[in-house]
């Protein structure tokens, strides 16, 4: 027998058991000249002292308790999932913006079918800190290959639902490699957070030559290096040499998480005029075409 109490409280397993010897007890004949034990009393006693314990002794919060982010994704394109198709959506701290997000809880669905997919993402709050950056994304591969992805930065705890779009990422091989090279490729977001340029001298960018070379700048800063592509969109850039210019704090800090993100990208994907470049997985980076 457990009962709560207000509040939701358990009784502690003295308690518990000291009231339960109170009614398994019956009434004991009373013998002349033989004094009767005050059970019933003790027993009692010991009930009241475990209910009017501090509360620590009546619940405590399990260890590694675990809190969680809800909301929903969907995709707009009229697009029927695969058998097999798994959706996916992460907690991520993107605090860094050049290395990987940190993930610290997910979400799964096998055989995801059509959206909305509703999803509750657990995680620590122990692990949140002060200087984390905190979004959800959500992704659905088939046969480990990414069809669809969030493209934006969804902050995980704000005040409105989450809501989150995802687009279909064309397949590498269904893009030719021609709009890569040729246009002028404007940064315009690292990792899911948006790259202000306006009013910059020269906004950070890159340029592809048909013969390997990449050409572009930080946004302080030139750069001239090689790239290779690979077969799945694969991309993999060289070492780079670039200029030793300074520039305010806020340019330079951007610009290393520019260059430290060619360093770690492994993927490129072009839908229309946007280009993305990914990193186990995920968008580390995407630019416009000018």
């Known amino acids: 027998m457990t009962r709560l109490l207000d509040g939701g409280a358990t009784l ?14 019956g009434p004991r004949p009373y013998s ?8 019933m009393r003790r027993a009692v006693a010991a009930a009241l002292a475990a209910l009017l ?34 959706f996916e959506a992460t907690l991520q701290d993107v605090a860094r913006a050049d290395a990987p997000a940190d993930i610290l809880g997910r979400h799964v669905v096998e055989d ?8 509750a993402i657990p995680y620590d709050p122990a692990a949140l800190t002060d200087r984390g950056r905190y979004a959800v994304r959500a992704t659905i591969t088939v046969e480990d290959r990414l069809w669809f992805t969030t493209d934006s930065h969804h902050e995980a705890f704000g005040d409105a639902p989450l809501s989150l779009r995802m687009v279909r990422v064309a397949a590498a091989e269904e893009t030719a490699a021609a709009p890569l090279v040729g246009p002028r490729w404007r940064l315009v977001a690292m990792g899911e957070a948006p790259v202000e340029t306006e009013g910059q001298r020269e ?6 030559a048909d013969d390997g070379g990449v050409f572009g700048s ?9 790239y290779e592509l ?33 360093e770690i990208a492994e993927r490129y994907v072009i839908e229309g005029d946007r280009l993305t470049l990914i ?9 416009v075409a000018e």
């Open 32 to 39: 002349a000249g033989r004094r009767r034990r005050p059970v």
């Open 112 to 119: 995801a079918g059509a959206p909305p997919y509703r999803f």
């Open 279 to 287: 990193a186990n997985d995920a968008p580390v980076a995407a630019f």
């Open 12 to 25: 502690a397993p003295r308690a518990q058991g000291a009231i339960r010897a109170c009614f398994r007890r």
């Open 53 to 86: 314990s501090p509360p620590l002794a009546l619940f405590a919060a399990p260890a590694g308790a675990e809190a969680v982010v809800e909301g929903e994704a969907y995709y707009l394109e009229r697009i029927a999932l695969p058998p097999g198709a798994v």
């Open 203 to 208: 906004p950070p960018h890159l340029e592809f």
């Open 218 to 226: 930080g946004g302080c800063n030139r750069l001239r290096g090689g």
């Open 230 to 262: 690979g077969e799945g969109g694969q991309i993999s850039f060289g070492p780079a040499a670039s200029t030793m210019m300074a520039c305010d704090d806020d340019t330079m800090m951007r610009e290393r998480g520019f260059f430290g993100v060619m």
